[in-house]
Structures are given as C-alpha cells and as structure tokens.
C-alpha cells in the first residue's frame, strides 16, 4: 500500500511539472507572430526589380515588382522541427544584367529557435542591396551589383 501511495505522489510531480512546462514554454510558442522577409523596390520610377527565392527547397519562382513595390513571405518558425532558411538573388537593369549574389535572406536562430514576429527586409537600390531587420534600424548597404557582360 504504502508502494502505490508513493508511486501516485512521484505521477502526480510528473504531471505537475510537465503541466508547468506547457504553460511556459510550449503553449507560447503556438502563439508565436508570423515571421516576414520582405523584397523592396526602391530603384526608382519605371526601374523594374526581378527576384527569385527559395525556401526550404519550396522555389517561389521568378517575379518582378514595379517601383515602390514590396512582397513578402511569411512564416513560422517551430521550437522543434525543421529550420527555415529563404535564400534570393535580386537582378535589374536592361536585361536584367545587374544582379546580387544569391544572399541568405533569412535563418532561423541557431541559438534557441524560437524567431517569433521577425522581420528581414531586403531593399533594391540604384548602387546595390540593402538589409534592415525588425525595422529597428536604417537600412544599412550590404553588397553592390554584379554587372554581367551580354
């Protein structure tokens, strides 16, 4: 008898804790923001932007955006699982001959995984490519074009 009392109080701690550890660490990662990477052209009027990302092996394909437009991806991030990781290459000019290197646009944390309402945004400008996270900051210059030879 006195074997299956202490059996229940060992159950009952279990229990307690990994409730406890729900509450604290699981239940707010499901609510976790959406996290954004952001394409931008600011190259000016009649200047078209061509992009091509892809992530986690998904290809988005090849779009365009006008002046002053911008797209986003958007997703999650989970605690445990698969990382994210979007890579792009931005390309301008007369047939599209300016382009950036093919550039890490976004990584999921190696530190602790949890990237809950991050923002990476990534802006075409007539002298390169620009990068700004979380909007906290100016968007600061990261690496120039690469003209190719027709």
């Not at 002298?127 to 100016?138: A, V």
Request: glycine share 6%; hydrophobic share 35%.
């Amino acid at each position: 008898m006195n074997f299956f009392i202490i059996f229940m109080l060992i159950i009952a701690m279990i229990l307690g804790v990994s409730e406890a550890i729900w509450h604290k660490v699981v239940a707010p990662l499901s609510k976790c923001e959406k996290n954004r990477v952001i394409i931008r052209n600011e190259l000016g009027p009649g200047r078209s932007l061509e992009y091509h990302c892809h992530s986690n092996g998904k290809d988005q394909g090849v779009q365009f955006l006008k002046f002053n437009e911008e797209r986003n991806f958007e997703f999650v991030d989970h605690f445990f699982g698969k990382k994210n990781k979007v890579n792009c290459v931005l390309r301008q000019g007369l047939w599209m001959q300016s382009s950036s290197r093919d550039f890490e646009a976004y990584h999921t944390s190696k530190s602790n995984g949890n990237n809950c309402g991050q923002t990476r945004e990534w802006i075409a400008r007539t002298d390169g490519t620009y990068f700004q996270r979380n909007r906290i900051k100016p968007a600061a210059f990261v690496f120039p074009w690469i003209n190719k030879k027709p």
